[in-house]
């Protein structure tokens, strides 16, 4: 069964930097595209990015262009997520995405 498992979240602080990894089985990754998400307490979940299942496109939220990098490994089935510069406000649970299949998440504290 498809499975997508996030890992690579954590406590960092304001300006740091974290990579995220969603390790996916279950389907032939290199032939869809893959999404991150995230939710912040008490809010919807909202899309952070996309990428084409070749990685020859990407799509980001307005929010956090120029801070975040998404890229795919398709050898290794394996999604990741570059965020720098990172803000309070970036803190929620981030999940990958393959159309109507979600990972459990991970979480991603910004705080001093």
């Known amino acids: 069964q498809v499975q997508l498992v996030e890992s690579g979240g954590g406590l960092v602080q304001p300006g740091g930097s974290l990579r995220l990894s969603c390790a996916a089985s279950?389907?032939?990754?290199?032939?869809?595209?893959m999404s991150w998400f995230r939710q912040a307490p008490g809010k919807e979940r909202t899309f952070v990015a996309a990428?084409?299942?070749?990685?020859?496109?990407?799509n980001y939220a307005d929010s956090v262009k120029g801070r975040f990098t998404v890229s795919r490994d398709n050898a290794k089935n394996t999604l990741y997520l570059q965020m720098n510069s990172l803000k309070p406000e970036d803190t929620a649970v981030y999940y990958c995405?393959?159309?109507?299949?979600w990972g459990q998440g991970t979480q991603v504290t910004v705080s001093s």
């Open positions: 995405a393959c159309g109507s299949q």
């Open positions: 279950g389907f032939t990754f290199s032939s869809y595209a």
């Open positions: 990428i084409t299942n070749s990685g020859g496109n990407t």
